[in-house]
């Protein structure tokens, strides 16, 4: 017998307003004249100005419906749209000479390239690191031995290696975007893919362990299996993350044409020491010229004074008044995007203000995404989508904003901790370490996880690289 019955609830709706406004704030500065030349084409209210119109819409008109129409930026930036999780314009001036394309990719292989050259690798190691990218099938998988490649960097490009160092620096490539990359089968990129939506939550840990320590179970649908095995109790948590498995991408690379969209590689802030000050500008591109057409206006007004009980000619102000208003509200958009990208860099470079003196990587403080959110007033959301979608041009390297962000490592009880005391504690255990018999990367995984911090092998493999200490056979001594 079915049952009639009011049920009282609160949602959050996002207007098409917003979501334009979330949309224009990730864009990156390689596409956002493209986004404005398309705005510029559906919108004939909207002109390209000049340095001296600054682009200030005009006022010489009101809108009756601006009241509606125009809503707040600043609550724009205060919603949940998306995820925030970290798994990414005014003052541009004369800056035309300085805008430097990083890279240009055409093809799977040019994108893995380009982000190697980021690592700061020696020629040595470089080279290794390209022959791996080289191995790279087109769906995003190595399938080729380790040792094949060592015996084919030995032959062909006299590098001597072994495959302990050959996958330390495959670990670095696994970082890439997208991710999953350079795996070497299905479950090593389901694991991957995983590693990048670790945010401490219930959910992704045992998804985590599902692929890791059940994947035989999982590939043959023995869940129950499953559940004993990790002693599940939660059955909805159990589908929750198989769930989260099977959305995973089993192909990173793509469908195996090898053919990526064309990206540009511009960064969008450029910093410069002067003498000890830091100076930071945003890129110009960022910094169009627009204004609403004085034509429009003009023509508004000539039939604000006309004779209003014409219904054509009522539809007529009714879309110029549209038009007018959407026109000052891209720009207005344009200019509060502007100043959010300024605030929140010079948030992240006050925090890390040794760090952009020098470059040294160890003056790097340990930072999350409340800790700018808070410092500039915004919603974590808000600088989520700056920082996973922005990079800055130094005096030592152009970087993406996620960079200078301490990932989060989940504990035994629970808390997140950074990224920088696992790797304090990582330090620890190699400098008391027996030189006669180093530890390996298997043996410190195993220390760290007694110490209560749940973290996987190939992850002290990449902290490890990032504190520039080798592999346990290049540690010891006699």
């Known amino acids: 017998m079915q049952k009639l019955g009011l049920t009282q609830s609160l949602q959050q709706k996002l207007s098409p307003q917003q979501i334009q406004f979330i949309k224009l704030l990730q864009v990156p500065t390689a596409e956002l004249e493209t986004r404005i030349e398309e705005e510029l084409e559906i919108n004939p209210a909207l002109e390209e100005?000049?340095?001296?119109?600054?682009?200030?819409?005009?006022?010489?008109?009101?809108?009756?419906?601006?009241?509606?129409?125009?809503?707040?930026?600043?609550?724009?930036?205060?919603?949940?749209?998306?995820?925030y999780k970290m798994q990414g314009d005014?003052?541009?001036?004369?800056?035309?000479?300085?805008?430097?394309?990083?890279?240009?990719?055409?093809?799977?292989?040019?994108?893995?390239?380009?982000q190697l050259g980021y690592l700061k690798l020696d020629e040595r190691e470089d080279l290794i690191g390209k022959q791996l990218i080289g191995s790279i099938d087109s769906d995003g998988y190595i399938r080729r031995e380790l040792e094949a490649i060592v015996n084919d960097l030995a032959f062909s490009m006299n590098v001597e290696t072994d495959v302990e160092e050959l996958e330390s620096i495959l670990f670095k490539i696994q970082n890439f975007d997208p991710p999953g990359i350079g795996a070497r089968n299905l479950q090593e990129c389901l694991a991957l893919q995983l590693e990048r939506k670790e945010d401490g939550s219930e959910l992704v840990q045992i998804a985590i362990r599902i692929v890791e320590d059940c994947f035989d179970e999982f590939s043959k649908k023995h869940y129950d299996k499953i559940a004993r095995k990790l002693n599940i109790q939660d059955e909805n948590l159990l589908k929750e993350a198989i769930s989260t498995i099977t959305k995973l991408n089993p192909k990173p690379g793509g469908s195996g044409d090898d053919l990526v969209k064309t990206q540009y590689l511009i960064p969008d802030y450029l910093l410069i020491n002067n003498?000890?000050?830091?100076?930071?500008?945003?890129?110009?591109?960022?910094?169009?010229?627009?204004?609403?057409?004085?034509?429009?206006?003009?023509?508004?007004?000539?039939?604000?004074?006309?004779?209003?009980?014409?219904?054509?000619?009522?539809?007529?102000?009714?879309?110029?008044?549209?038009?007018?208003?959407?026109?000052?509200?891209?720009?207005?958009?344009?200019?509060?995007?502007?100043?959010?990208?300024?605030?929140?860099m010079q948030a992240i470079i006050d925090f890390q203000y040794d760090y952009f003196l020098e470059g040294d990587e160890s003056k790097l403080k340990p930072m999350i995404l409340k800790n700018i959110a808070d410092k500039i007033g915004m919603d974590i959301s808000t600088v989520s989508r700056v920082a996973n979608s922005k990079s800055i041009?130094?005096?030592?390297?152009?970087?993406?904003?996620?960079?200078?962000?301490?990932?989060?490592?989940?504990?035994?009880?629970?808390?997140d901790v950074s990224s920088r005391e696992v790797k304090n504690k990582l330090s620890e255990f190699i400098g008391s370490e027996d030189k006669s018999k180093p530890l390996s990367d298997d043996k410190l995984e195993k220390l760290l996880r007694a110490e209560g911090y749940n973290i996987a092998r190939r992850t002290v493999a990449k902290y490890r690289e990032q504190l520039n200490i080798p592999v346990a056979r290049l540690r010891k001594q006699l």
Do not use: C
């Not at 200030?56 to 009241?67: H, I, R, V």
């Not at 035309?96 to 093809?107: A, D, Q, R």
């Open 49 to 83: 100005g000049n340095a001296d119109d600054d682009m200030d819409p005009q006022d010489d008109y009101e809108s009756e419906y601006e009241s509606e129409s125009t809503e707040s930026i600043e609550e724009y930036l205060h919603d949940d749209y998306s995820g």
């Open 275 to 344: 003498s000890g000050k830091l100076e930071l500008t945003l890129n110009s591109r960022n910094a169009p010229h627009l204004k609403v057409s004085r034509s429009y206006s003009e023509m508004l007004d000539a039939y604000d004074k006309s004779d209003k009980k014409d219904k054509k000619l009522k539809e007529t102000v009714t879309f110029i008044k549209q038009k007018l208003d959407s026109a000052k509200w891209f720009i207005d958009a344009i200019k509060q995007r502007q100043q959010t990208l300024l605030n929140t």
């Open 90 to 114: 005014g003052g541009g001036g004369d800056d035309e000479n300085k805008e430097l394309p990083i890279s240009v990719g055409s093809t799977l292989h040019e994108t893995l390239i380009t």
């Open 393 to 415: 041009q130094t005096e030592f390297g152009v970087f993406p904003l996620k960079y200078f962000f301490s990932e989060g490592i989940s504990t035994d009880s629970g808390e």
